[in-house]
């Protein structure tokens, strides 16, 4: 925690004295750098999809089991995006992914696929190559793979990129 800002608010999305979307703004507002995660009784594609374009790092169900919740939350931070994928796999089949991946993380994957070096990526995206790094770390633990062989080979099986 730098200077006293939250590294993580969880915000109940439907309480009473919460106001949902307008909250989740002002939270956002407040603490730029805090992960904020709706946990909520609503199980809605539509609203997990929304919360995460307004910038919440996770979405979580209260149904969710123990363990499903403490590996979300561990995801989240090391630095990853979490929402249940089968509320998301019927519209976008992508969504577990995407909804676990940033777009950079996303985009870096794609060119570790293509062969790219970290010096490269990093050049290519104007960036350091520690923060290619920390995105690769997370892309490895996203999807359980340990080299970038194995991230190449969910990236074909994924449809990012080709053999």
């Not at 603490?31 to 996770?58: I, N, Q, Y």
């Amino acid at each position: 925690m730098a200077g006293g800002a939250p590294e993580l608010v969880i915000l109940d999305y439907f309480l009473p004295d919460a106001g949902g979307m307008q909250e989740l703004r002002e939270l956002r507002a407040l603490a730029p750098d805090a992960r904020v995660v709706v946990f909520t009784s609503e199980e809605s594609a539509t609203l997990a999809r929304e919360v995460l374009r307004e910038g919440a790092r996770g979405y979580i169900p209260k149904s969710c089991e123990r363990p499903v919740i403490l590996r979300a939350l561990q995801l989240i931070l090391a630095g990853g995006v979490y929402a249940p994928g089968e509320l998301l796999a019927a519209a976008d089949p992508m969504a577990p992914l995407t909804s676990a991946l940033s777009g950079r993380q996303v985009e870096i994957l794609r060119m570790l696929a293509q062969g790219h070096r970290n010096r490269d990526i990093a050049e290519e995206l104007g960036v350091s190559q520690s923060t290619v790094r920390a995105h690769i770390t997370t892309i490895y633990r996203v999807l359980d793979v340990d080299n970038r062989s194995q991230a190449t080979r969910e990236a074909v099986r994924l449809g990012l990129a080709t053999d």
